[in-house]
C-alpha cells in the first residue's frame, strides 16, 4: 500500500520537478558524501593519532617509573653485599649511621635507608621537611624509638620525637619483616604515614631485602624507600594533548600520582594528637577523585571490567563524558615486582578535532552553494526539455484517439532525441494496429498455459501431502520399533531391582541397565520430538502450576551435580515473577534442565547462574492483563563458545568443538529446546566467549492464574498388595511380543490377579468372548488382527461393554489418541510405562483397591529387624507345623507357597520369612518354631 502512494503522489509530479529534483539531489548527495568520507578519515587519523600519543605517554611513565624503582633495589642490593662480605657490621649501629648517611646524600631520590637486625636492632635514616632524621630503636633504648634530628655532618643534633616500638611487628598491621624473612627474597610494600610536625598523609614505596652473612645465616631486613608524590611531579610535567589527564592506580582503585596535582589523600581537619590520626584510611579512590575527568574514566573502567583487577592486558577504549568522546588507554605495569598498578590515560577527543570541524563547517556551505547551482541549472534543463515534451504529448493524445497516422509537427522541427521520439510515434502507431490482432491469441495462449501451471502446483500439492503422511508413518514406525524394546528393558529392569535375591553386584548391574534404558529412551525420545516438531505434529500441554515451586525442584535437583564439580548453582528470580502461571510445564523444565546442565557440563571454574524476570503486559479496558512474558538469562563461566560456531548450536546433530571435547551428548538438546520456546511464544538467544562463559536468553508468554486454580501433584505409592474381600479381577494380556507380555505377568500376577494372554487380536477376542475379562491390556499393533480391530468387534457388542479395554502403544504422536479412543478404547497408555501408572489406571476403570507400603516403613531388606518368636505367635498351628515340615526338608518352593498364604496384614512378617528363605536360614526358622 505504501508503494502505491508514493507511486501516484510521484506520477502527479510535473516533468520539471522530476528532473530537477534527482538532478539536485545527485550533486548534493556527492558532495555530502566527499564530506561525509573526509570527517570519517580524519576521525580515524585522530583515533591514530590519539592511539599513538596515549602509547608513547604510557612508555614514559613506565619507563621513568621503572627508574625510580631501580633505585632503592640497587640500595638494598649494595647493602646486603657489604653485609655479607664484612663491609658493614650490623651490630656495629655507628658505623651504619654513618654509611646510611653518606649513602642517602648520594641518592637524592631516595627518601629512607633502613636496617633491622634479628636482635631487633632497627636504624633508619629518613629525609624530612629537607632534614635528615635519625630513627634508632636497640637493646639500650629499653623498647622506645627514639627519632633525632641529624645536622650536616650527620650527627645528632637532638630528640625530636619517642615511641615505642617493636620492628618485628609494626603496630600499625603491616609486619614487613616477617614477611620479607618468610619471602626470602626482595619485596615491595607500599607505607602511608604521617610525618612529624604535619598532618598530610605520605605515600612512600618501601623495597624490603634480607641480608645474611658470609655462612648464608639470615640476619635480618635492610630496605630504602621513596616518595610516590615524585611521581605525581612527574606527571604533571607531561603534555597528554591540550586538555587530557594521566593517572597511576592500584589494583585496589586507590590513587598513586596524577597530573593533575590533585592530592592522593582526602582532607582532613588538623588534629592536635597526629598518632591519633589513621593515614589509611585516608586515601583517596580514583572513584571518589575531586576531578572530574579522574572519577568519571574511573567508574566507566569499573562498569567495563567490574574489577580493577580483571586487567591485565593493555586495553584502549572510548567513553562519553558531558557528549564528548574521550579515548581511555588502561595499562598494567610493574607486575614483575608485584606491584600491580594501572596507568590510565584520558584524552578528549576535541584536542584533535578542531581542524576537522572546521572543514565540515566549510563542506556544509559548499553543498549550500552547490544546490543552489544545482536548482538554477536543473530550472533551465527542465524548460529546455520539457516545452517541447509538452507538444509531443498533445500529439499523443490524438493517436490515443484512433488517429494512427497523425503526424507531428516536431519532425521537422528538431533532430536530436526528441525528433527521434517524434518518428517513432509514427512506427508506434503502426506496430499497435498489428498487435491489437493479435492481442487476443496471446491472451488465450497464455490461459492454456497458466491452466497447465496449476495442474502442475496441484501434482506438487499431493506429492507434498504424501511426503508428510511418510514423515508421520516414520514418527509411528520409529516410535513403535525402538520403545517397544526399551518397554521390556525398562520394565524389567524395575522388576528385577525389587526382587531380595539379587546380590549387591546384580542389583549394581541391574541398575546400569537401568540408567542405560533411560539414557537410550531420552535420546530416541529428542530424535522423535525433533521429528514431531519438523512434521508440525508437536503441540503445547498447558496446565497451571507454581512456578516458584518448579524453579526450586530444580535447584534441588541439580545442585549436587554442581557441587560434585566444585561449582556453585544460584537461582534468582525477581519479586515480581508470577508464582502461578498456566503454561507447558515439561516442556519448560526440559529447557531449563537443558541449559542448566550445558552450563555445568562445560565449566570447571565459577559457576552457573540462573535468573529469571517478567513483563507483565498493560491494562487492557479497565482490566487487569492475563499474560505476561518471563524471561529466562542462564549464565556459566565455562570455556566459551567461538563466535565462527555460535551458527552450529541450533542445528540438529552439529556440536561445537567444546561439545566434541567433552565427548557428551547428540547435538539435539539446543535444537529441541528453541523449538520447545517458539512453541511457547518466544526464541533463544546466545552470547558466548571463549575463556569468559556463555550467556543463554530465551522468553515464553504465559497467562496468569490464582493459587486456588493449582492442580495438586499426587505422589506415586507403591503397591504391595490387593485389599481383602475384593473380586478376583480377570486381566487378558494382548501383546505380539512375549517379553512385553511378560512384563505384565510379572507385575500383576504376585499381587493374586487372574491371568491369560493372547498373541494378536484374532487370539484376544476368543478368549474374551469364553472368559469375559474385566480388563484387557490391549497393544495396537499386532500381525494378524491389530489392537484396532479387535477393540471394534469386542465393543461392537452388547457385553463388550462391560469390559474395559486399555490400549498399550508406543507412539509418541498426539493424535494417535484421538484415533485409538475413536476405536472404541476406553484409555491408553504409552510405553515404556511405570508401574504406577499401570495400577492406577487399573483402579481408575476397575475400581480396584490396593495396600501401599508405608513410606515410613521404606526399608532395604538389611534394614528388616530379626524374626522374633512372638511373630510366629499371630499365625495357626496347623500352618506352623506345615512350616516346620517345609523347613525341614528344605523345600524353598513349598516355604514360599505357605509364606502367601500370611494375611496381607503381616505383610512384614512374610517379609521376613521371605529373606530367611531365599539366604537358606531354614534352621533358623526350624528353631523359632520349635521355642513355641
Not at 502527479?12 to 556527492?30: D, N
Not at 649494595?78 to 649501629?93: H, T
Not at 480391530?789 to 508406543?810: D, W
Not at 502367601?900 to 536360614?921: G, H, R, T
Request: proline share 3%.
Amino acid at each position: 500500500m505504501r508503494i502505491n502512494f508514493f507511486t501516484t503522489i510521484i506520477n502527479k509530479l510535473p516533468l520539471r520537478i522530476v528532473l530537477i529534483v534527482p538532478f539536485v539531489l545527485q550533486i548534493f548527495g556527492t558532495v555530502g558524501l566527499v564530506g561525509y568520507l573526509s570527517f570519517k578519515n580524519g576521525q580515524k587519523a585522530v583515533n591514530n593519532l590519539a592511539n599513538q600519543l596515549m602509547a608513547e605517554t604510557t612508555d614514559r611513565i613506565e619507563e621513568n617509573l621503572d627508574h625510580y624503582l631501580t633505585i632503592p633495589e640497587n640500595i638494598n642490593y649494595s647493602n646486603a653485599a657489604a653485609v655479607k662480605l664484612g663491609i658493614l657490621n650490623p651490630d656495629n649501629l655507628d658505623q651504619i649511621q654513618q654509611f646510611f648517611w653518606q649513602q642517602i646524600q648520594i641518592f637524592s631520590q631516595a627518601s629512607d635507608v633502613m636496617i633491622t637486625t634479628e636482635n631487633k636492632d632497627f636504624l633508619a635514616i629518613a629525609r624530612s621537611n629537607d632534614n635528615l632524621i635519625l630513627r634508632i630503636y636497640n637493646k639500650s633504648t629499653a623498647g622506645i624509638q627514639y627519632n633525632y634530628l641529624l645536622d650536616e655532618e650527620g650527627q645528632k643534633v637532638k630528640v625530636i620525637a619517642s615511641h615505642t616500638y617493636d620492628p618485628h611487628n609494626d603496630p600499625q598491621g603491616n609486619p614487613w619483616y616477617l614477611a620479607t624473612k618468610k619471602a626470602g627474597k626482595s619485596i615491595w610494600k607500599s607505607v602511608v604515614s604521617v610525618s612529624e610536625g604535619h598532618n598530610n598523609p605520605i605515600v612512600m614505596l618501601a623495597n624490603l631485602m634480607p641480608f645474611y652473612d658470609r655462612e648464608n645465616n639470615f640476619g635480618g631486613v635492610v630496605g630504602s624507600t621513596f616518595y610516590l608524590s615524585q611521581m605525581g611531579d612527574f606527571l604533571e610535567t607531561l603534555d597528554v594533548g591540550k586538555t587530557g589527564e594521566a593517572y597511576i592506580i592500584d589494583s585496589q582503585g586507590f590513587l598513586i600520582a596524577t597530573s593533575t596535582g590533585e592530592t592522593p589523600f582526602h582532607k582532613q581537619v588538623k588534629s592536635d594528637n597526629i598518632q591519633n590520626v589513621d593515614p589509611k584510611k585516608r586515601r583517596k579512590k580514583a572513584l571518589n577523585s575531586e576531578n572530574l575527568l579522574t572519577k568519571n574514566s574511573a567508574k566507566f573502567i569499573q562498569n567495563q571490567f567490574a574489577d580493577f583487577q580483571k586487567i591485565t592486558n593493555s586495553e584502549k577504549l572510548i567513553f562519553r563524558l558531558n557528549n564528548q568522546r574521550y579515548f581511555l588507554q588502561i595499562k598494567p605495569i610493574q607486575s614483575e615486582r608485584e606491584l600491580n598498578w594501572l596507568v590510565v590515560i584520558a584524552i578528549p577527543e576535541s584536542d584533535f578535532m578542531a581542524e576537522i570541524n572546521v572543514n565540515n563547517r566549510n563542506t556544509i556551505l559548499l553543498s549550500i552553494l552547490t544546490l543552489l547551482i544545482a536548482i538554477v541549472l536543473g530550472i533551465i534543463t527542465a524548460r529546455w526539455i520539457t516545452q517541447p515534451i509538452l507538444k509531443l504529448n498533445q500529439a499523443a493524445k490524438s493517436m490515443g484517439q484512433g488517429q494512427w497516422h497523425q503526424q507531428t509537427k516536431l519532425q521537422s522541427d528538431r533532430c536530436d532525441e526528441v525528433g527521434e521520439l517524434a518518428q517513432s510515434f509514427q512506427r508506434m502507431a503502426t506496430e499497435l494496429q498489428a498487435s491489437f490482432e493479435t492481442l487476443e491469441q496471446r491472451v488465450e495462449e497464455r490461459t492454456i498455459e497458466l491452466t497447465e501451471s496449476n495442474q502442475q502446483l496441484v501434482v506438487a500439492k499431493q506429492k507434498a501431502e504424501v511426503a508428510n503422511q511418510a514423515k508421520s508413518s516414520f514418527i509411528a514406525n520409529m516410535s513403535h520399533e525402538l520403545r517397544t524394546p526399551l518397554n521390556a528393558i525398562l520394565g524389567f529392569s524395575q522388576i528385577m531391582m525389587r526382587s531380595q535375591a539379587l546380590s549387591q553386584e546384580q542389583k549394581e548391574n541391574t541398575t546400569i541397565i537401568n540408567k542405560s534404558g533411560n539414557y537410550l529412551l531420552t535420546l530416541i525420545n529428542n530424535i522423535l520430538d525433533l521429528s514431531k516438531i519438523e512434521a508440525g505434529k508437536m503441540t503445547l500441554n498447558a496446565k497451571t502450576f507454581d512456578f516458584y515451586s518448579l524453579l526450586n525442584e530444580l535447584e534441588d535437583l541439580l545442585h549436587i551435580t554442581a557441587e560434585n564439580k566444585g561449582l556453585t548453582l544460584i537461582f534468582d528470580h525477581q519479586d515480581d515473577v508470577p508464582q502461578y502461571i498456566y503454561a507447558d510445564e515439561t516442556k519448560l523444565r526440559q529447557v531449563l534442565i537443558n541449559l542448566i546442565n550445558n552450563g555445568i557440563k562445560f565449566t570447571s571454574e565459577g559457576g552457573v547462574s540462573v535468573t529469571v524476570a517478567s513483563k507483565i503486559l498493560p491494562e487492557n479496558g479497565g482490566k487487569k492483563a492475563a499474560n505476561a512474558t518471563i524471561v529466562f538469562e542462564v549464565r556459566d563461566t565455562g570455556a566459551g563458545i567461538a563466535e565462527d560456531e555460535t551458527p552450529k548450536l541450533f542445528e540438529a546433530f552439529a556440536q561445537t568443538e567444546t561439545g566434541k571435547n567433552s565427548q557428551e551428548g547428540t547435538g539435539l538438546g539446543l535444537p529441541i529446546s528453541r523449538k520447545f520456546v517458539n512453541l511457547m511464544g518466544g526464541d533463544i538467544t546466545v552470547k558466548s566467549k571463549v575463556g569468559i562463559g556463555t550467556t543463554f536468553r530465551f522468553d515464553i508468554q504465559v497467562d496468569l492464574v490464582n493459587q486456588e486454580d493449582i492442580e495438586i501433584q499426587k505422589h506415586p505409592r507403591h503397591v504391595i498388595a490387593l485389599k481383602p474381600n475384593q473380586p478376583r479381577y480377570k486381566i487378558l494380556i494382548v501383546d505380539d511380543r512375549s517379553t512385553n507380555r511378560l512384563l505384565l505377568i510379572k507385575l500383576l500376577q504376585p499381587l493374586g490377579f487372574e491371568l491369560q494372554e493372547a498373541e494378536n487380536g484374532k487370539q484376544a477376542i476368543e478368549i474374551w468372548s469364553e472368559w469375559q475379562p474385566h480388563l484387557i491390556w490391549m497393544d495396537m499393533r499386532m500381525p494378524v488382527m491389530n489392537g484396532y480391530e479387535a477393540t471394534q468387534i469386542i465393543k461392537g457388542t452388547t457385553k463388550g461393554n462391560a469390559t474395559a479395554i486399555i490400549a498399550l502403544t508406543a507412539s509418541v504422536l498426539e493424535e494417535q489418541k484421538a484415533i485409538i479412543l475413536s476405536a472404541g478404547c476406553d484409555d491408553f497408555v504409552r510405553k515404556p510405562f511405570r508401574e504406577s501408572i499401570i495400577f492406577e489406571t487399573m483402579k481408575k476403570h476397575l475400581g480396584v483397591e490396593y495396600i501401599y507400603q508405608q513410606e515410613t516403613a521404606a526399608q532395604t531388606p538389611s534394614e528388616l529387624p530379626n524374626l522374633k518368636v512372638e511373630d510366629l505367635e499371630k499365625m495357626p498351628s496347623e500352618w506352623l507345623e506345615e512350616l516346620y515340615d517345609a523347613a525341614k526338608a528344605l523345600d524353598d518352593d513349598l516355604s514360599l507357597e505357605l509364606i502367601k498364604k500370611i494375611p496381607v496384614e503381616q505383610s512384614l512378617l512374610a517379609e521376613k520369612l521371605s529373606n530367611l528363605v531365599d539366604d537358606f536360614q531354614f534352621k533358623t526358622i526350624r528353631q523359632l518354631i520349635e521355642s513355641l
